[in-house]
């Protein structure tokens, strides 16, 4: 089997470590990759446990020391100590892996939708290709989801479902921009500045849109309205610094990525839609919300991040 977690060791920083069970050739080894080293150990020692989605596990046949040379040749002999491997090696051990197998284990089913207003209707099929973008990147990765990084690869994830609904798409270009008083009105001369994106619908329906991602902690499920508040704010001050034309539609668009903590992920589905109930209570023309098999996908750390939602209001003057 194989598990990935948060370690704490002595060790060196950026290495695998392998931990046998037992001595023979076909015993089950667990590999622990991305782990968090500290150099120093804290003074009332550790503390915790590795944390990992039940439902992720994967069973393979069992591979023998010979096996395990070719992928990485320092690696010695099954024993009970531990051996460091380095973790660049790790995508050849998983393409080495015969009969996998997925746990048996039931899964949290898949939460996911869109709301689209009747005026940007032509947004729904890219809405959608964004959804399954998402469901299939953490299906393939497993160990990694594309909700976790920043504004930036966001954007970019939505540019692709642009494309592959059929539409166009340009990010980062050089605009003209409006100066806007602190209260939001349109105040001197126009200066050159950068959008965030500008596509266009398979219908031809053309849109610009300004970006801003918001991390939401829900595992206490203290109300993070006014964080998105805040959020929705600064977007909406950029879309309205961008130059009215005619046939463009302009979009103040937010991703929101909800975090949970792994105590909490026994709940999971209600802490979803505690995020998905406060994220609506904003006036919206469309969102859209995805979490594939929520817990079953992520980076480990003490959080998962099982998905995310996408509010998309326009600007109307």
């Not at 590999?31 to 039940?54: D, E, S």
């Not at 966001?154 to 990010?171: I, M, R, T």
Request: aromatic share 10%; with cysteine.
């Amino acid at each position: 089997m194989v598990f990935t977690g948060t370690a704490s060791t002595h060790s060196k920083p950026s290495v695998a470590q392998w931990c046998s069970s037992n001595t023979t050739d076909k015993s089950s080894p667990v590999l622990f990759i991305r782990a968090a080293f500290h150099l120093t150990p804290p003074q009332k020692g550790y503390g915790g446990g590795l944390h990992f989605g039940a439902s992720s596990i994967r069973t393979f046949d069992p591979m023998n020391a010979q096996k395990l040379r070719r992928i990485w040749p320092k690696f010695e002999k099954f024993g009970q100590g531990m051996q460091e491997l380095e973790p660049r090696h790790y995508s050849r051990f998983l393409s080495e892996q015969t009969h996998v197998r997925k746990s048996p284990l039931k899964r949290q089913a898949s939460i996911a939708g869109v709301r689209v207003a009747n005026d940007l209707r032509s947004l729904r099929p890219v809405l959608e290709k964004w959804i399954n973008l998402n469901a299939e990147l953490a299906e393939r990765w497993r160990v990694d989801v594309p909700w976790w990084y920043n504004e930036r690869a966001l954007l970019g994830l939505f540019s692709s479902a642009v494309w592959l609904s059929g539409g166009v798409a340009l990010e980062e270009y050089t605009v003209s921009k409006r100066t806007l008083t602190k209260h939001g009105h349109v105040d001197g001369d126009s200066f050159t500045g950068r959008a965030d994106l500008y596509f266009e619908t398979p219908k031809g329906d053309c849109f610009r849109a300004e970006v801003k991602q918001c991390w939401l902690r829900t595992s206490s499920m203290k109300d993070q309205r006014l964080k998105l508040k805040h959020c929705l704010h600064r977007v909406n001050r950029d879309i309205h610094q961008a130059e009215p034309e005619d046939n463009t539609q302009r979009l103040a668009v937010v991703f929101i990525t909800p975090s949970v903590s792994f105590k909490k992920t026994g709940q999971i589905a209600d802490h979803i839609q505690w995020a998905i109930e406060q994220v609506r209570s904003f006036r919206h023309d469309s969102l859209a919300w995805v979490f594939p098999e929520p817990g079953s996908y992520g980076k480990a750390t003490q959080y998962t991040h099982p998905g995310v939602i996408m509010l998309i209001k326009q600007a109307r003057r």
